[in-house]
C-alpha cells in the first residue's frame, strides 16, 4: 500500500536502500513554486563587519524579527549575537556563525544561497544552532562541518513540508534535528540537493548523552546522491508514530 513505513527499532533499518525499504510516496502538497522570486530585501549588507553593528547594513540598524536579510556579493558578515531571529535569509556573499561563543540564528522562513555564495561556521571552537522554519536551497556552500570543533546544529522545525535542495558542490551537516509540527503528510523534510554529507549519527540532539533528534516529522532522502551512514547516535533507538525515515534515492543506505 502507499504511506510510510515505521518500524519499531533502528536495527531494522541496518542495510536498508531505496530497493528494499519499499516504502512508496503518499500524495504531498505542492507548495513550492522553483520560480517563484525571492522576497524583497529589508536589510541588505553595506559592507564587511558583525551582525549587531548598524553601519553593517542598509538601511542602517541591526536586523531583527521580520527581516529579510540579504548578504550582497564581496561582504562577508559574522553573526556576533547570542541569538538572532529574522524571516528570511539570502546569502550571495559570505555569512560566517559565532565569534568564539556558541551562537543561534533562528529564520523562521527560507534560507537561499547564491552560486559562488557561503554560510558557513567561524573558525573558532564552538557549536552554534540554526532554526530553519521554511526551505533550505543551496547553490553555493553550506558548511555546518567546518572543523573537529566548529560546527552547527541544524533544526528543521516548520509546521509544513520543507525541502533542502540547490546544486552547490557543499552541503554538509553536523548534527540535524527533524521537528516538523505539520500534519500526516505535510511534516516531510525532504532532502535532495546535488551533494549531501553529514557526520555519522547526525540524528543527534548534541546533548551530553547521546540522543535521538527525529522528533517530530519525516525525513525524506531523495535525488541521486551517494550517502552511507549511519542515522542515529546509537543502534538502539524507537522510531515513533509520529515519525518516520523515507528513504527515496537508490544511492542511500542506511548502516
Known amino acids: ?6 518500524v519499531d527499532s533502528i536495527a531494522e533499518f541496518f542495510g536498508m536502500t531505496a530497493e528494499t525499504s519499499a516504502l512508496s510516496a503518499p500524495v504531498e502538497p505542492n507548495s513550492d513554486d522553483p520560480d517563484a522570486p525571492l522576497a524583497p530585501c529589508t536589510k541588505t549588507s553595506a559592507g564587511s563587519g558583525p551582525w549587531n553593528t548598524a553601519g553593517t547594513w542598509s538601511p542602517s540598524g541591526v536586523p531583527g524579527a521580520g527581516a529579510v536579510v540579504c548578504i550582497a556579493s564581496g561582504h562577508t558578515v559574522t553573526l556576533n549575537v547570542n541569538s538572532a531571529s529574522i524571516a528570511e535569509l539570502q546569502v550571495s556573499g559570505t555569512l560566517s556563525l559565532g565569534d568564539n561563543t556558541a551562537r543561534t540564528l533562528t529564520v523562521t522562513g527560507d534560507v537561499t544561497i547564491a552560486a559562488s555564495a557561503t554560510l558557513d561556521i567561524a573558525n573558532f571552537n564552538d557549536t552554534h544552532t540554526v532554526n530553519i522554519g521554511g526551505d533550505l536551497t543551496n547553490d553555493g ?3 555546518m562541518n567546518t572543523g573537529s570543533n566548529d560546527m552547527a546544529r541544524v533544526v528543521f522545525n516548520g509546521a509544513a513540508n520543507q525541502t533542502v535542495s540547490g546544486g552547490g558542490a557543499t552541503t554538509d551537516f553536523h548534527f540535524i534535528t527533524i521537528n516538523n509540527t505539520g500534519a500526516a503528510n505535510n511534516n516531510i523534510v525532504e532532502f535532495s540537493p546535488t551533494n549531501l554529507t553529514a557526520v555519522a549519527g547526525f540524528l543527534n540532539d548534541g546533548g551530553g548523552t547521546p540522543d535521538s533528534s527525529l522528533d517530530d516529522g519525516v525525513i525524506k532522502m531523495s535525488g541521486s546522491y551517494p ?6 547516535p546509537l543502534a538502539a533507538w524507537t522510531i515513533n508514530s509520529d515519525e518516520g525515515i523515507w528513504i527515496n534515492n537508490p544511492n542511500v543506505t542506511v548502516s
Open 227 to 232: 550517502f552511507s551512514n549511519t542515522f542515529f
Open 1 to 6: 500500500g502507499t504511506g510510510y513505513a515505521f
Open 141 to 143: 556552500t553550506f558548511d
